[in-house]
Nanobody, 124 residues
Framework: QVQLVESGGGSVQAGGSLRLSCAAS????????MGWFRQAPGKEREFVAS????????YYADSVKGRFTISRDVAKNTVYLQMNSLKPEDTALYYC?????????????????WGQGTQVTVSS
């Protein structure tokens, strides 16, 4: 059974940093793109970042470009999201998701397994 478990969320002040981790188990992840999404209260879930199966391709939402960095450690089946210069508008529940084989996507429909999420709260 495929499982994705996020960790690393917390509360920080604006300008601070957090590093999210997503540990994957129960399946083959080395050939799959992986992504991060987020959902703020009262808003729809939105794409944050994705990384291709070999780590060479990355995509970012315009709102996080230059501040967030996605990476993966294939040997550890883990995906990371380094978040710097955090803003109050980054406050949300952050989800990790598995994408499609040998591809990198940004649309929710391209991701089939999702974690439970980790909360990030940024205060001004």
């Amino acid at each position: 059974q495929v499982q994705l478990v996020e960790s690393g969320g917390g509360s920080v002040q604006a300008g601070g940093s957090l590093r999210l981790s997503c540990a994957a188990s129960g399946g083959t992840f080395s050939i799959y793109g992986m992504g991060w999404f987020r959902q703020a209260p009262g808003k729809e879930r939105e794409f944050v970042a994705s990384i291709g199966w070999n780590g060479r391709t990355t995509y970012y939402a315009d709102s996080v470009k230059g501040r967030f960095t996605i990476s993966r450690d294939v040997a550890k089946n883990t995906v990371y999201l380094q978040m710097n210069s955090l803003k109050p508008e980054d406050t949300a529940l952050y989800y990790c998701a598995r994408g499609t084989p040998y591809s990198t996507g940004s649309a929710s429909r391209e991701f089939d397994y999702w974690g439970q999420g980790t909360q990030v709260t940024v205060s001004s």
